[in-house]
């Protein structure tokens, strides 16, 4: 039997955690780190929906067990994040040891045989899955692309130009003979040089130059 429907709800659901939390950290990390795990979650939802309709011999039913595999493993913590502080007759839901087994259990479930020739129409279910996928995914796209704007209208008119400049006399190292204290300082917060030049245009070498000559060790390739 030819499947010759639209299965893109197993892509969709598999993409969706990922891209929104790209737009949470959009400001901490470039935006091609995000393809490699678009790549693989694309790829590792293509290859188990293959696998699955080979399996069951039905595309639909394949799709629809590939989403539900997709949810149980990437949606996991964000069920479980919700339901941490939730507690039922004296036992916190929200374990692991409670939560997973119970997780397993509907991912179980809901994927037998039974269920599946519980639904009249398949085709409503991958139409449903599909449109509900694809709303959410357009949402959050949209949602993030209207901050940015946002953000930019905000930086432009709030932001001012700045210009720092530093002389070798602005600080002077006077000759100790006794003992005294050591202060390590980390900036918090205070990017690396390569990444303040990729993200906000910054260029911070001067800083860095005149820092070096003055005998501080500094970190190039430092990551929190």
Same mark, same amino acid.
């Given at each position: 039997?030819?499947?010759?429907? @639209?299965?893109?709800?197993?892509?969709?659901?598999?993409?969706?955690?990922?891209?929104?939390?790209?737009?949470?950290?959009?400001?901490?990390?470039?935006?091609?780190?995000?393809?490699?795990?678009?790549?693989?979650?694309?790829?590792?939802?293509?290859?188990?929906? *293959?696998?699955?309709?080979?399996?069951?011999?039905?595309?639909?039913?394949?799709?629809?067990?590939?989403?539900?595999?997709?949810?149980?493993?990437?949606?996991?913590?964000?069920?479980?994040?919700?339901?941490?502080?939730?507690?039922?007759?004296?036992?916190?839901? %929200?374990?692991?040891?409670?939560?997973?087994?119970?997780?397993? @259990?509907? *991912?179980?479930?809901?994927?037998?045989?039974?269920?599946?020739?519980?639904?009249?129409?398949?085709?409503?279910?991958?139409?449903?899955?599909?449109?509900?996928?694809?709303?959410? *995914?357009?949402?959050?796209?949209?949602?993030? %692309?209207?901050?940015?704007?946002?953000?930019?209208?905000?930086?432009?008119?709030?932001?001012?130009?700045?210009?720092?400049?530093?002389?070798?006399?602005?600080?002077?190292?006077?000759?100790?003979?006794?003992?005294?204290?050591?202060?390590?300082?980390?900036?918090?917060?205070?990017?690396?040089?390569?990444?303040?030049?990729?993200?906000?245009?910054?260029?911070?070498?001067?800083?860095?130059?005149?820092?070096?000559?003055?005998?501080?060790?500094?970190?190039?390739?430092?990551?929190?």
């Amino acid at each position: 039997m030819k499947d010759n429907k @639209l299965f893109i709800h197993p892509i969709l659901f598999a993409l969706y955690p990922i891209l929104e939390l790209y737009f949470k950290l959009s400001s901490e990390i470039l935006v091609l780190d995000v393809f490699r795990p678009l790549f693989v979650a694309i790829s590792v939802s293509t290859v188990l929906w *293959l696998l699955l309709r080979y399996m069951v011999k039905n595309g639909e039913r394949a799709a629809f067990i590939d989403t539900l595999i997709i949810i149980f493993v990437l949606y996991y913590g964000a069920v479980h994040h919700v339901l941490w502080d939730v507690s039922l007759a004296g036992f916190r839901i %929200g374990r692991h040891e409670i939560l997973i087994p119970f997780w397993f @259990l509907i *991912l179980a479930f809901l994927g037998s045989p039974w269920v599946w020739q519980k639904f009249t129409n398949p085709r409503f279910i991958t139409l449903f899955l599909n449109i509900t996928s694809a709303t959410a *995914l357009t949402f959050s796209i949209l949602r993030f %692309g209207f901050v940015r704007v946002v953000q930019a209208q905000q930086d432009e008119v709030v932001t001012p130009s700045v210009q720092v400049t530093v002389e070798p006399d602005d600080f002077v190292i006077q000759n100790i003979t006794s003992d005294v204290d050591i202060y390590y300082i980390i900036l918090d917060g205070y990017g690396r040089n390569d990444v303040l030049s990729e993200l906000y245009t910054i260029d911070n070498q001067e800083f860095l130059d005149f820092l070096d000559s003055r005998g501080f060790y500094i970190a190039n390739e430092s990551q929190a």
